[in-house]
């Protein structure tokens, strides 16, 4: 299985956990095997259209998704996939 890493300020979502192991052969189905568990994340992951908010930025062993196969990025097991909000404001 693929092992997530949640940001710390997202961690109470998620049961208070950074880093959890989570079925799924590709980055959509772990998002939708997470959400299907902690369903109080959707709103912070999705917009209102469904689609990946544009601030969230999902990185597969070191490698963002814009730079792979997106959401259909296929995962074997130990592949660490970092969920990672960004960050602004000075």
Do not use: C, W
Not at 19 to 26: K, R
Not at 31 to 37: S, T, V, Y
Not at 40 to 56: S, V
């Amino acid at each position: 299985m693929p092992i997530i890493r949640f940001p710390a300020l997202m961690k109470f979502y998620v049961d208070n956990q950074t880093e959890f192991e989570v079925n799924g052969a590709t980055v959509a189905e772990v998002l939708e095997n997470i959400l299907a568990r902690y369903p109080a994340l959707k709103p912070h992951l999705y917009d209102a259209n469904g689609e990946l908010r544009r601030h969230f930025n999902i990185f597969v062993n070191g490698v963002h998704l814009r730079e792979l196969n997106g959401l259909a990025t296929e995962l074997q097991t130990g592949d660490k996939v970092i969920l990672m909000a960004s960050a602004a404001g000075g």
